[in-house]
Nanobody, 125 residues
Framework: VQLVESGGGSVQPGDSLRLSCAAS????????????IAWFRQIPGKERESVAV????????LHADSVKGRFTISRNNAENTVDLQMNNLKVEDTAVYYC???????????????WGRGTQVTVSS
């Protein structure tokens, strides 16, 4: 399974960005919908942290406390992606954002088997 993130960029505090995670290379019979998809982020020198997760074949989600009310993870069935809508961005949201796919609905990084290469989000005034 190959994951590719897109949508990162440089914005000012208070702005919005929408990240997308596209996937390919599934084993026959499986689709993106069969996997839990998570967005993680990492700042240089710090551990990668979970931002949001969406359950396989459903809409149940988990969001980190630091982004609740500002970020929303969702499945975009028309585009076959999992998106992360990020509103009211803050300087502390600056990081490389990664999407990951796994079979369990969890925020634990070690449970995810497939990872994208990441997309940079920079928030500065």
């Amino acid at each position: 399974v190959q994951l590719v993130e897109s949508g990162g960029g440089s914005v000012q505090p208070g702005d919005s960005l929408r990240l997308s995670c596209a996937a390919s290379g599934f084993t026959s019979g499986f689709t993106l919908d069969d996997y839990a998809i998570a967005w993680f982020r990492q700042i240089p020198g710090k551990e990668r942290e979970s931002v949001a997760v969406i359950i396989p074949n459903g809409g149940t989600t988990l969001h980190a406390d630091s982004v609740k009310g500002r970020f929303t993870i969702s499945r975009n069935n028309a585009e076959n992606t999992v998106d992360l809508q990020m509103n009211n961005l803050k300087v502390e949201d600056t990081a490389v954002y990664y999407c990951a796919a796994g079979r369990r609905f969890t925020q634990a990084m070690g449970e995810y088997n497939y990872w994208g290469r990441g997309t940079q989000v920079t928030v500065s005034s």
